[in-house]
T-cell receptor, first 114, second 109 residues
Framework: NAGVTQTPKFQVLKTGQSMTLQCAQDMNHEYMSWYRQDPGMGLRLIHYSVGAGITDQGEVPNGYNVSRSTTEDFPLRLLSAAPSQTSVYFC?????????????FGPGTRLTVT | LAKTTQPISMDSYEGQEVNITCSHNNIATNDYITWYQQFPSQGPRFIIQGYKTKVTNEVASLFIPADRKSSTLSLPRVSLSDTAVYYCLVGDLNYKLSFGAGTTVTVRA
């Protein structure tokens, strides 16, 4: 299993540009999510999905869109990049057994907006 | 969302036990406590999860007192390869969750 894969690894954007961060998982997990990680702030939840066709907002959703057309893929779209979106972005997939849940994280995408 | 607070950094030596405490005073009834480990340029990796009392696996133990307002991750006999950032996560199964800011653990020879 490849686990959770993310592309690209690095990206530089100019203010106002748009782009899509790709995320895919091959573990057949129902749950997927996007986080951003900024120095000294831990990880903050952007959007999440509990199954194909179902998405919802997390703690910091503004400026980002998501869709979940398949179980495997969960792309994150930046609509109009801003310097405040400079961050490291992690995608995660997870499973739940009812009394236990475990998230598997991808390697991250380092995004710089100039 | 439960606010989580953990120390910024801790130093240790090889072979010692490292204990990291996370404070989560307003933890909700449905919340679980999970700890993750992160190395530079990698995504976080699951270490251990618990709801109450004590949980132990092959790499760590998690102690949760009866009031659940804090939790302690215990790493026995650390080695240089345990140098990493450790995150406390409090949340439920429906993505009502909050990560701590992380504790940088440095293990010295």
């Amino acid at each position: 299993n490849a686990g959770v894969t993310q592309t690209p690894k690095f990206q530089v954007l100019k203010t106002g540009q748009s782009m899509t961060l790709q995320c895919a998982q091959d573990m057949n997990h129902e749950y997927m999510s996007w986080y951003r990680q900024d120095p000294g702030m831990g990880l903050r939840l952007i959007h999440y999905s509990v199954g194909a066709g179902i998405t919802d907002q997390g703690e910091v959703p503004n400026g980002y869109n998501v869709s979940r057309s398949t179980t495997e893929d969960f792309p994150l779209r930046l609509l109009s990049a801003a310097p405040s979106q400079t961050s490291v972005y992690f995608c995660a997939s997870s499973y739940s057994t009812g009394d236990h849940y475990e998230q598997y994280f991808g390697p991250g995408t380092r995004l710089t907006v100039t | 969302l439960a606010k989580t607070t953990q120390p910024i950094s801790m130093d240790s030596y090889e072979g010692q036990e490292v204990n990291i405490t996370c404070s989560h005073n307003n933890i909700a009834t449905n919340d679980y406590i999970t700890w993750y480990q992160q190395f530079p340029s990698q995504g976080p990796r699951f270490i251990i999860q618990g709801y109450k009392t004590k949980v132990t696996n092959e790499v760590a133990s998690l102690f949760i007192p009866a009031d659940r307002k804090s939790s302690t991750l215990s790493l026995p006999r650390v080695s240089l390869s345990d140098t990493a950032v450790y995150y406390c996560l409090v949340g439920d199964l429906n993505y009502k969750l909050s990560f701590g800011a992380g504790t940088t653990v440095t293990v010295r020879a």
